[in-house]
């Protein structure tokens, strides 16, 4: 829900979309309303549906019915063994159709974005996952209860780590793409002037240059401020040295290497997240399924049919969860898959390794992409400079003269 509106206000909005979606359509609805104290603002709403009908006079409709099953000719199939005619079942919605939910996703998201704008507020909402809507960056893992619990009271979690992990990754993945596509545009309208001086010259012109122009213009630079500006100039030509850099036509060669190492790493990067999301969430489906499972066993060894009912009812939920947490395994997994946890673990650790030398190798893609947009800066202001120089020497020679 928008946390821009207030409570009253997102209560309202609930009930009017599960009125037009779902209760015009014979649904009965059962929403819940979560306004949680945090100090970033989470309300929300939870809809429980039923998947059998109302009928128009209030009773309740069919949630299936029997179909018979025809021949070619549309006649009847009897079966002999049964000695009944063959069906089939039909639900008599499609209620529980898993098209449904990214139908009603995306009617929220067309009813919320309509609201949005009536009040005009500028945020727009997408039902669609980050994937889907070509965004490079991944959602963080789910937190879960006790570890979003424990990072309010200022705890810090090994979830937590991750999740702040994987926002400075896509926040650095972000910035980096900019910053190639604006060295791009640079390299582009640079390359159209001609340049007959190689680059490291130009770069030292620039520095003699600034040092003059700040003479011409009745400044002296102190000590500190001289070193940084050698500093800067002595690591872009190293850079441009070091990688065997003359002609603004090598340096655009050298940011289309730059530009494919990222979207190595990216690649890398992303797939990594997706692949820890995977194993926290079967991780956190097997504390769910470890201690149940004991509980299971005992149950199915049961012979004694009261006895086994009696046990079941006394502990039916954690039969239902392993069965539950059984079923997510097999879909996840696939058929016959172990359940490794320790392997998982493991793979966990390994990736937060490989994570690190991608992140140095980001940062390196960083430092040499800051370092090409100085190179073309210098280059770009160079003239001006000079030429400002000069207007400004020329000025104190008039009133001299």
Known sequence: MPNELSLSNNIELARRFVRETFVSKGMCADVCIHDPERDQPNVHAHIMLTMRPFNEDGTWGDKQRKKNVLDAAGNKIYDKKKRT???????????????????????????LNAVLE?????????????????????????????????????????KGDINRRIREQNAELHRLQKELEEVNVAIAELQQRPQEENLVSILMRFYGNGEKFAEARGLKLGNLKKAQKLRDVSQAVAFLQGNHITTMSELSEKHVALESE???????????????????????????????KAVYDQWKGITNQKKKDKFFADHGSQIDAYKAMRSYFKNTLGEGVKITPKAWQ??????????????????????????????????????????????????????LE
């Open 85 to 111: 005619y063959k069906c089939r079942t039909v639900q008599t919605t499609d209620w529980n159709e898993k098209t449904k939910a990214e139908e009603w996703r995306a009617a929220w998201a067309d009813f």
């Open 118 to 158: 009536e009040k005009g507020i500028a945020d727009r909402v997408d039902h669609r996952s980050f994937e889907r809507q070509g965004k490079i960056e991944q959602p963080t893992i789910h937190m879960g209860v006790s570890a979003t619990q424990m990072e309010r009271n200022g705890i810090r979690t090994e």
């Open 262 to 292: 990222y979207r190595e790493l990216k690649t890398k990067i992303i797939a990594r997240q997706k692949r820890v999301k995977v194993l926290h969430e079967l991780l956190d489906h097997y504390e769910i399924f470890k201690p149940n």
């Open 346 to 399: 493991s793979e966990l650790a390994e990736l937060e390794s490989a994570d690190s030398a991608d992140m140095l190798r980001l940062h390196k893609l960083e430092d040499d992409t800051a370092l090409m947009a100085t190179i073309l800066y210098n280059v770009e202001h160079l003239q001006a400079y000079e030429e400002r120089g000069q207007d400004i020497q020329k000025k104190r020679n008039n009133v």
